[in-house]
T-cell receptor
Framework: AQKITQTQPGMFVQEKEAVTLDCTYDTSDPSYGLFWYKQPSSGEMIFLIYQGSYDQQNATEGRYSLNFQKARKSANLVISASQLGDSAMYFCAMREPTLTGNQFYFGTGTSLTVIP | DSGVTQTPKHLITATGQRVTLRCSPRSGDLSVYWYQQSLDQGLQFLIQYYNGEERAKGNILERFSAQQFPDLHSELNLSSLELGDSALYFC?????????????FGAGTRLSVL
């Protein structure tokens, strides 16, 4: 089974509107972390937001918020008030602990296009 | 700028050759991670080092090896290169030792094997 699933290969949103990017994950470990990264066309990976498995509240970072539904194993990214600069690939990722370190798994990404 | 430095930015080489990719982590970060991003495989975790020791291994081929030096910089060695090794290779670093472990990525090295 895939560890991270992003079912939306491409999304479009009107400038200034909100958009939700979907992410589901699969783990049996009680201690894990969930991340979202943005990859613009220039190629760099930019950290956006983090949610720990024990965090009670949904994470927020400026215009980004993470809708964490633990029972459903989903960690959707919500971008409010979209801007043209938000056009990029967005990757959901999960950290799972190992005996000595951490394994990281990334989804296949969602390409977001913001329309003026 | 994430603070993670990767060199070189681009590398063009031939099949069968060996290359070394270099990564300097952010100041204060003890953990270094290597990833391969290709069109068909997506972003694949290769290996993690923490303060000089290997801590986790992902989908790293036997032809690939890595190490982290006492000054905490890391090198990824790719040998007997094949066409399919052409990809964007990322290094990331984190403070390590904490549950949060947010990784900050370098700009990547784009490897083209001809």
């Amino acid at each position: 089974a895939q560890k991270i699933t992003q079912t939306q290969p491409g999304m479009f949103v009107q400038e200034k509107e909100a958009v939700t990017l979907d992410c589901t994950y699969d783990t049996s470990d009680p201690s894990y972390g969930l991340f979202w990264y943005k990859q613009p066309s220039s190629g760099e990976m930019i950290f956006l937001i983090y949610q720990g498995s024990y965090d009670q509240q949904n994470a927020t970072e400026g215009r980004y918020s993470l809708n964490f539904q633990k029972a459903r194993k989903s960690a959707n990214l919500v971008i409010s008030a979209s801007q043209l600069g938000d056009s990029a690939m967005y990757f959901c990722a999960m950290r799972e602990p190992t005996l000595t370190g951490n394994q990281f798994y990334f989804g296949t990404g969602t390409s977001l296009t913001v329309i003026p | 700028d994430s603070g993670v430095t990767q060199t070189p930015k681009h590398l063009i080489t031939a099949t069968g050759q060996r290359v070394t990719l270099r990564c300097s982590p952010r100041s204060g970060d003890l953990s270094v991670y290597w990833y391969q991003q290709s069109l068909d495989q997506g972003l694949q975790f290769l290996i993690q080092y923490y303060n000089g020791e290997e801590r986790a291994k992902g989908n790293i081929l036997e032809r690939f090896s890595a190490q982290q030096f006492p000054d905490l910089h890391s090198e990824l060695n790719l040998s007997s290169l094949e066409l399919g090794d052409s990809a964007l290779y990322f290094c990331a670093s984190s403070v390590g030792g904490l549950a949060k472990n947010i990784q900050y990525f370098g700009a990547g090295t784009r490897l083209s094997v001809l």
